[in-house]
């Protein structure tokens, strides 16, 4: 655990990330990771984030090679570290910020995984099939409708609050990263999915009013302390939902059903610029990686059905 000092200099800029810059939540948890880590390192050779130079930030980079850190977790812990040395020098906590200058590892270059559009339709209908209650298959049909029809990210999935789908609305308002929203629009197989889980959940809402118990204003109510179905359950719970479709579970997550509804769109003539705004992209370079994705599959599609390729 870092000392006192180190925490204070932790906590306040990550107060600072979510009052003035509005960072997600785990975003400010994963700075929170790594630079506890720094700072523990540091401690151990007798440096603290005031003294520390920029040797000490190179020699812990090396460090986080040495015990085997992908690429990409190297250079988020660079960008962690770059960001509180700007801060502390922001606030006159240095003279310097040590970090500035350092480049980092980069991260290795990969497509975003994706599946077919068949693959989709048969992991939705295992979902409908996948549960120990009609109620269980009626909610886990909805979770995989509604995320295969909006692209939204696991967390503005299972954290939809129980308004937003009231009244059968075609589009939805959706509260992502940094607490900028958007609209999404709904499918009519989402529409009917979430209409059939609406009607169980009243019910059941109904019932529990009768006996004095508290309603949750979440679509999918968890036990968990925030109250809504967690991302680790939703994520294990997609894993039995593969097997049951009869695809490889290593290739199904909910961030691969987001992946297939960026492809599926640009695949059948959809606006880059569109599926920006659908995926609350702030950046249209981050979703560009999806032409490449669109690149290898028309690639594919003439090697194997081109009469001269398949010749050759």
Known sequence: MPGAEASRWIATFLDACAAELGTARNTRLAYGRDLADFADWLARHGLDFAGAERTAVEDYLV??????????????????IRQLFRFAFEEGWRPDNPALRLTGPGKATSLP???????????IDSAGARGRTPADRLRNRAL??????TGLRVSELVGLPLAAVRGDPKMIL???????????PLSAPARAAVGAWLAHRDAADETSRLAGRPQSRFLFPGEGREGHLTRQYFHALIKDMAVEAGISPARVTPHVLRHAFAT???????DLRVIQTLLGHADIATTE??????DDHLRNLVLTHHPLARKG
């Open 113 to 123: 995984k994706t599946l077919t559009e068949d693959e989709v339709i048969r992991l």
């Open 289 to 294: 990686i999806y032409t490449h994705v669109l």
């Open 144 to 149: 995989l409708e509604l995320l295969y029809a």
């Open 63 to 80: 460090h986080c090679d040495a015990i085997g850190l992908s690429k990409a977790t190297r250079a988020r812990r660079l960008s962690s």
């Open 174 to 184: 959706v509260r992502g990263k940094g607490d900028r929203e958007r609209m999404v």
């Open 264 to 270: 599926h769109l640009l695949a059948n003539g959809a």
